[in-house]
């Protein structure tokens, strides 16, 4: 049987590559990956984007998605790249985005793409964590003996089945503190920690279990966590910014 070749010219090629970093906040934070990813095709399309587009009988528009948080997760530093057909301004491109997506999800940046991949930059997160019911003693005292592991296993359900894997050894740094006082509230720890990129990928909720297997911290509602930043790491556990040697190159070129 003959091999069935699609019709039509071939799609334009790439002329240029945005990459975007966004925000998920609020009820947006349970949007899965999968519905994000349909919301943003939909702004795209509206906010008129010229996208270049995979070849083949079913093109799709050319988007690299980059450690995306997972569903429950509010994030302030979430990115993806684009490939366009067309040069087009970073700045307008990240109004007119922005201008279309739904409330909770906001583009806060867009610049060119320099030389590089974006996705080897991702090399850690920070992490807020805050625990309801929990005071600051208690997550201290939780934090200690964390740290003290040299491995906390801990289960996971995936669609295969239960997995292990070690919540301790990605771990680079971790601080408790108590949160201010709120009546409406009530009392609870915060956690602020950095977490180095894995595979698999070690994520709040494996924290919240491996701090729950070492020192029985249980909290009193679900833990809301949030993700304040992630790209490279220095040896102290200080996040660097994944976006500036794609200014710097845009700078130089200039």
Not at 7 to 32: D, M, N
Not at 72 to 80: I, K, M, N, W
Not at 142 to 159: G, Q
Request: net charge neutral; no cysteine; charged share 25%.
């Amino acid at each position: 049987m003959a091999r069935r070749v699609p019709e039509g010219p071939p799609p334009p090629p790439v002329v240029q590559r945005i990459r975007l970093r966004y925000a998920k906040r609020g009820r947006l934070r349970f949007t899965s990956h999968r519905d994000f990813a349909r919301a943003f095709e939909r702004a795209l399309r509206r906010a008129e984007v010229p996208m270049a587009y995979s070849a083949g009988f079913s093109p799709h528009p050319k988007i690299s998605y980059v450690g995306a948080a997972p569903t429950g997760v509010a994030s302030e530093a979430e990115y993806l790249e684009i490939g366009l057909a067309r040069a087009v301004d970073p700045a307008a491109l990240r109004e007119a985005l922005d201008a279309v997506l739904p409330d909770g999800i906001d583009i806060d940046e867009a610049v060119e793409a320099g030389p590089g991949s974006l996705a080897e930059r991702m090399q850690a997160s920070a992490w807020r964590i805050e625990l309801p019911g929990i005071d600051a003693e208690a997550a201290a005292l939780a934090v200690t003996a964390f740290l003290a592991r040299d491995e906390i296993p801990v289960f996971r359900l995936t669609k295969d089945g239960r997995r292990t894997l070690d919540a301790r050894a990605p771990v680079l740094r971790m601080i408790a503190s108590g949160a201010a006082d709120d009546a409406a509230a009530g009392t609870r720890a915060i956690l602020d920690l950095v977490v180095r990129q894995v595979t698999p990928t070690v994520r709040p909720d494996d924290i919240v279990a491996a701090l729950r297997e070492v020192a029985g911290l249980a909290p009193a509602g679900p833990p809301v966590a949030v993700r304040l930043a992630q790209g490279p790491v220095d040896p102290d556990g200080a996040i660097g910014d994944p976006l500036a040697p794609d200014r710097q190159h845009a700078t130089a070129t200039s």
